[in-house]
Antibody
């Protein structure tokens, strides 16, 4: 069955760029929408954006100016870059698979990776 | 910006029934918002329970059911078990974008 695994630095300095990668195991990244979600400590889930395997993207409007999501189909990976980070970007970051055909379904999630923004 | 609203907390007795709702600031929730529901326990990633209003995953216990009721998406837990104590999030699709609700903490007491 498909599994997702997030990876990347756990500590990022303010004003720098947060970079995370999600690797898809047990299935192909072709098809589906591949999504990033985050959860600040003690708070709820926040959708960041997605990339379709074809390369089309959509981002949360309030983050759009700072977010880039890309895909590398040869490595079965997709990535998140968030620029000019502040303490407010401290969160657990999850990647997830989003299926949108007849049914819309965010069924497979990674375990999450904690990113702390601090000098 | 679109806001999706859930009850902050609900309490239910073991064996009882509880219904969680999910409302949209843009108006009535319909099947076209493809409501999804997730369960999250402390220290764990969210787990998908319901997709596209009322469809269950293969791992979803039969006591969980989803619907659209009175302009809101709803998740009903029937015959609640102690292990159902968790935070439950709804998710609505708005064309390409997605918005999560703020979550409902369900206490089994």
């Amino acid at each position: 069955q498909v599994q997702l695994q997030e990876s990347g630095p756990g500590l990022v300095k303010p004003s720098e760029t947060l970079s995370l990668t999600c690797t898809v195991f047990g299935g192909s990244i072709s098809s589906y929408y591949w999504t990033w979600i985050r959860q600040p400590p003690g708070k709820g889930l926040e959708w960041i954006g997605y990339i379709h395997y074809s390369g089309s993207t959509k981002y949360k409007p309030s983050l759009k100016s700072r977010v880039t999501i890309s895909v590398d189909t040869s490595k079965n990976q997709f990535s998140l870059k968030l620029s000019s980070v502040t303490a407010a970007d401290t969160a657990v970051y999850y990647c997830a698979r989003d299926s949108r055909d007849f049914y819309y379904n965010m069924d497979v999630w990674g375990k999450g990776t904690t990113v702390t923004v601090s000098s | 910006q679109t806001v999706v609203t859930q009850e902050p907390s609900l309490t239910v007795s073991p064996g009882g029934t509880v219904t969680l709702t999910c409302a949209s600031s843009t108006g009535a929730v319909t099947s076209g918002h493809y409501p999804n529901w997730f369960q999250q326990k402390p220290g764990q990633a969210p787990r998908a329970l319901i997709y596209s209003t009322s469809n269950k995953h293969s791992w979803t216990p039969a006591r969980f059911s989803g619907s659209v009721l009175g302009g809101k998406a709803a998740l009903t837990l029937s015959g609640v078990q102690p292990e159902d104590e968790a935070v439950y999030y709804c998710l609505l699709y708005y064309g390409g974008a997605v918005v999560f609700g703020g979550g409902t903490k369900v206490t089994v007491l």
